[in-house]
């Protein structure tokens, strides 16, 4: 018999970005909450202070800010006729564990979608035709447009402090900007960050070629900053310790630089760390939840807690899983099309370049996870999918990041991997590298989908999640298509030699190599509740007091990275609580 | 040596100290480092390997990153030692990994870590298989190979010439990787000691601080590594 708590107003169920965002506009309407994270409590200080985050191995190889498989993990195949493997080990992607979740240990890339990418299926049907959808390709519109979202991202991009310039303000097109971005209402909270070298020898080869460079736009503080809830960062000191470190000076856009600090503050807002949510609990009926289920690790058992309204904003993997368990919805089968949870789980189809000069300083450890000078010139919106063949595009973006030696040895082509060889070869190329990107779209399919493992088990108990993944010809169509853009414009730099590295036509998934940590789908926002698990409020059809948050909502994945529609989907769905919500609890639609 | 604006002069630094003026913890550790000579490899008291595990350990990495040429070596920087202490930890028994069965060691490499074993037992099972291959091929166990038979070795190792059973298959992969990690790392961990594949290559460590940096292009960074500990290079 479990023990159980006293009732809240709200339950949060993992508190990371939309964790936190929930838990503080919720505060604000005089709710009673409690937050449930599965890890540690971690903060600025003392847990990311100099010098001790400043260390390689522990964090950016031994990854001990991450999830760790031994508590939880996926299953892997990659299609219908393989036997799933346990993901062991971390390598594709990595969740992240403990308070602030991945908000803590992303680069802070902070992008919102084009307008044509939240109604995608309409944009290809009436620029390309119907015709061209490849079967087995699940491309949505998606149930919200991006003019509704649009003082969402504004608002989420305040309270994290994101640093940039507006390429389309109101609708007027800025130089220097991007212009193939959506409009913005207002322009960054912050001025862009300073331009390293690579940056800016790309942005005059992309000027030169007639493409549109712009800054990137960073989740990194360019100067102090105070934001709406009165939290403050400072400065960024370029010391290149972001994707997998906390920042240590109050510079990274994270929960804990710009929301927790706040929020900790409404005595009707507690969290309780080492709590893992096990399922949430359904009424008789099924029509509402009642609360949810957690382990107690400190005390070693299961603990109900009852609320009114159930928040799921663990991150997307672990949404859906818990959604599965719970009876949230049914299964998809991929072969009826029938049911919704674990339907649309996609990815990112990235690629890029090297090149190497061995006369040029790049001091690559002078960066941080957002640095860099984009191009949007093959973006969704600009490609002619009729014309090449594919439904996607990507942003391109160099600027130094991560520039340090375990993981980060760019070398030339043919280089041996040990030896006096590899020896010579990292003392002259360190330093003396730079890269351009391609951050590319991924559409969701059919065979790409997430379910109960039939055979391996959490230390719980509980099934794992079952990954049903594999690269498809659509996305690799589109990797091959900026590889053959990329390489003249990196060839017009002149380097020294180049080594590009683009997955190509029947490319696998490999598990063990890093990629990103852009998972999405799975808990897909729908007009209806045949298509998808959540309505346009990411309000569970099933059971309407409860409200799924995070990227497990897309409906196939953007070509950038998530955070910026995750936090705009959030407070979108804040807001609807908010005002629709808690005066009449209901079916928002 | 440049001394940069706003940052602590480190030729002042050495006239401070030279002065007798009080030193900084930072820089008490950084002096201390320099006091303490290591324990030799030779002495070295092992935390997870046997005598011949650490005798295989010493001239593997010594080829893997050998110490002729410009650039330190993997002996220098005292790989082994990372590499030990690495498998007496919880990477060595796996802690943090899923690793309940069934498991399925044939499985193909693309699929992941799969078999039942933990990296320190990879180890364990896949030196004394390696040093008999040695042995019937080259007529002596590795350690005990001239330099171009250890490397002729190795590459069949890594090119999968030497047969393995499916769970320590991985073992060159896990060899090769933990020797680069214990060749770059922080010094704290036993590898990269004083920091001197940082110096080759101009890494500046713990640095960590490089405000007036991104606008100076195609500039050379001036400044040695610090350790997390406070040495210098």
């Known amino acids: ?589 | 040596m440049t001394d940069l604006p706003g940052y602590p002069s480190r030729r002042n630094f050495l006239k401070a100290s030279a002065a007798g003026v009080a030193l900084s913890g930072l820089a008490a550790q950084a002096k201390a480092q320099e006091t303490t000579p290591p324990v030799p490899l030779e002495d070295y008291d092992r935390a997870y390997l046997t005598a011949a595990e650490w005798a295989f350990v010493m001239a593997a990495t010594a080829r893997l990153i050998p110490s002729d040429g410009d650039g330190p070596g993997a002996i220098e920087t005292r790989v082994p030692v990372f590499i030990d202490l690495q498998l007496a930890g919880d990477y060595g028994s796996a802690d943090d990994w899923y690793m309940e069965g069934p498991h399925d060691p044939d499985a193909e490499p693309a699929r992941g870590w799969q078999t039942p074993l933990t990296p320190a037992e990879i180890y364990r099972q896949a030196i004394p298989v390696f040093d008999a291959w040695c042995e019937e091929t080259h007529g002596a166990t590795f350690a005990e190979l001239d330099a171009e038979r250890q490397d002729a070795a190795l590459t069949s190792l890594q090119n999968g010439d030497v047969a393995l059973d499916s769970e320590i298959r991985d073992f060159f992969t896990i060899l090769l990787a933990n020797t680069k990690e214990g060749y770059f790392a922080d010094p704290q961990y036993g590898g990269n000691h004083e920091m001197q594949s940082w110096v080759y290559i101009g890494f500046p460590g713990a640095r960590a601080a490089y405000r007036a940096w991104p606008e100076r292009h195609n500039e050379k960074y001036p400044l040695g590594p610090v350790s997390i500990s406070g040495e210098r290079a």
Not at chain 1, 4 to 21: A, R
Not at chain 1, 95 to 103: E, I, L, S
Request: proline share 6%.
């Open chain 1, 1 to 589: 018999m479990a023990r159980q708590e006293k009732k809240k107003d709200v339950v949060i169920v993992g508190l990371g970005w939309t964790g936190s965002i929930a838990g503080i506009e919720l505060a604000q309407e005089g709710l009673d909450i409690v937050a449930l994270e599965r890890g540690h409590d971690q903060n600025t200080v003392p847990n990311f202070e100099y010098p001790q985050q400043i260390d390689e191995l522990k964090y950016g190889v031994r990854l001990k800010m991450m999830q760790k498989p031994s508590q939880q993990t996926v299953t892997v195949r990659r299609n219908g006729d393989e036997t799933a493997l346990p993901y062991r080990q971390l390598g594709s992607f990595l969740p992240g564990n403990g308070v602030g979740g991945a908000g803590t240990h992303w680069n802070g890339l902070n992008w919102r979608p084009q307008e044509v990418e939240m109604r995608l299926r309409s944009y290809v049907e009436e620029t390309f035709g119907a015709d061209i959808i490849p079967e087995g390709m699940n491309l949505g519109d998606y149930p919200v447009s991006y003019d509704e979202l649009e003082p969402f991202f504004t608002q989420f991009e305040k309270v994290a402090g994101i640093s940039g310039y507006a390429g389309n303000l109101n609708g007027e097109i800025r130089e220097g900007g991007n212009p193939f971005e959506g409009w913005r209402s207002e322009d960054f909270p912050m001025p862009p960050m300073p331009t390293t070298y690579d940056s800016s020898k790309f942005r005059d080869a992309a000027t030169a070629m007639g493409y549109h460079p712009f800054p990137a736009s960073a989740g990194i503080a360019s100067t102090s900053y105070v934001n709406p809830y009165g939290m403050q960062m400072g400065p960024c000191n370029f010391c290149g310790f972001c994707e997998r470190y906390g920042c240590y000076q109050y510079s990274k856009s994270s929960p804990q630089t710009t929301i927790l600090g706040a929020l900790k503050r409404y005595p009707n807002f507690e969290y309780r760390t080492q709590s893992e949510v096990l399922r949430v609990e359904l009424a008789e009926d099924g029509q509402t939840a009642t609360g949810v289920t957690y382990w107690d690790e400190a005390a070693q058992e299961e603990v109900f807690q009852p609320a009114d309204i159930v928040i799921l904003s663990s991150y997307q993997l672990n949404n859906v899983h818990l959604m599965l368990l719970s009876g949230l919805g049914e299964a998809y089968d991929p072969l009826t099309g029938e049911g919704t949870l674990g339907k649309n789980y996609a990815y990112q189809m990235n690629g890029g370049i090297s090149m190497f000069f061995r006369d040029e300083e790049f001091n690559p450890f002078v960066g941080h996870g957002a640095n860099g000078i984009c191009i949007d010139d093959f973006s969704i919106s600009q490609n002619d999918f009729g014309a090449e063949g594919f439904i996607g595009g990507s942003y391109w973006r160099s600027g130094t990041f991560n520039g340090q030696p375990i993981r980060n040895m760019p070398l030339p082509a043919g280089t041996p991997s040990w030896g006096a060889g590899w020896k010579q070869a990292i003392g002259e190329n360190y330093g003396h590298a730079m890269s351009i990107g391609s951050h590319g779209s991924h559409m969701a399919y059919a065979n790409n989908h997430l379910d109960l493992d039939p055979t391996y088990t959490d230390r719980h108990g509980r099934p794992l999640m079952r990954m049903t993944f594999n690269w498809q010809d659509n996305d690799l169509k589109m990797n091959q298509f900026m590889k053959s853009k990329m390489e003249p414009l990196a060839a017009s730099m002149n380097p020294d030699s180049m080594r590009s590295g683009f997955k190509g036509e029947g490319a696998e998934y490999d598990v063990r190599p890093y990629q990103t940590t852009h998972n999405t789908g799975g808990h897909i926002m729908s007009e209806n509740a045949r298509e998808g698990a959540v309505n346009r409020y990411c309000q569970s059809w099933k059971a309407h007091n409860v409200f799924a948050m995070g990227a497990g909502n897309f409906v196939q994945n953007t070509q950038y990275n998530p955070t910026g529609l995750v936090g705009g989907l959030a407070y979108h769905t804040v807001n609807a609580i908010r005002t629709q919500y808690l005066s009449n609890p209901r079916p928002l639609v």
